[in-house]
């Protein structure tokens, strides 16, 4: 398909437990984002990558949380040690560049549950 | 940092109801400003986006006009539909050269038959 595509869409974690969240953004978009989405809020920003480069990792919230975007498209998201904190949806976008007009495209998000 | 304010949901409307969600922002200089949708189990998409003081943006019967006297951006619909119930947000690229989507807290809209 022509979206952004995430996987698992759902994903059941026992505390302690770690995990990988995958993004596949739209083909040829140079940017991606990931934010958290807490229940009833907005999107956070987590982390922005262009191209394989990481250019800001200001919102991942702990040194649990690590992204990755080897080849300068698939995304990768890992969790370790999962804490009942971390339940929420996670959201991956991409875009064509940044500048003050670019539109993100965004995919469905992964609900992470961790009991 | 900059950032956007939208007023609290849920709003619930009937169908053909006027809509009017609230949303200003806090900026250094004068950033683009867009309005996202989120409809039930769907990932956010822009609905529509204004550039510049005094542009309108406007998208399936939805409107916002930017004005920079008033730091606002609210988004309006004349007759709102049962199909608009989703979540809508308020956004604004950061500054400081990366232009990073930022995103108001959402309001729920609920529209009853």
């Known amino acids: 398909g022509a979206g952004v595509s995430q996987s698992p869409r759902y994903k059941v974690a026992k505390r302690g437990q770690d995990v990988a969240l995958r993004c596949d953004p739209i083909s040829g978009h140079v940017s991606l984002f990931w934010y958290q989405q807490a229940l009833g809020q907005g999107p956070e920003f987590l982390t922005y990558?262009?191209?394989?480069?990481?250019?800001?990792k200001s919102g991942l919230p702990s040194d649990r949380f690590f992204a990755e975007r080897p080849e300068g498209s698939v995304s990768t998201l890992k969790i370790q040690r999962t804490q009942q904190e971390d339940s929420a949806v996670y959201l991956c976008a991409s875009s064509l560049g940044t500048n003050r007009n670019t539109e993100a495209f965004f995919g469905q998000g992964t609900r992470l549950t961790v009991v | 940092g900059d950032s956007v304010t939208q007023m609290e949901g849920p709003v619930t409307l009937s169908e053909e109801a006027f809509l009017t969600i609230n949303c200003t922002y806090t900026?250094?200089?004068?950033?683009?400003l867009f309005w996202y949708v989120q409809y039930p189990g769907e990932g956010l998409q822009l609905l529509l986006k204004?550039?510049?003081?005094?542009d309108k943006g406007s998208n399936k019967g939805f409107e916002a006009t930017y004005r920079k006297e008033t730091t606002s951006f609210h988004l309006e619909k004349g007759s709102v539909q049962v199909s608009d119930s989703a979540v809508y947000f308020c956004a604004l690229p950061r500054s400081g050269g990366s232009y990073i989507p930022t995103f108001g807290r959402g309001t729920s809209l609920i529209v009853h038959p």
């Open positions: 990558f262009q191209n394989e480069a990481q250019l800001d």
């Open positions: 900026a250094t200089g004068y950033p683009s």
């Open positions: 204004a550039t510049k003081a005094d």
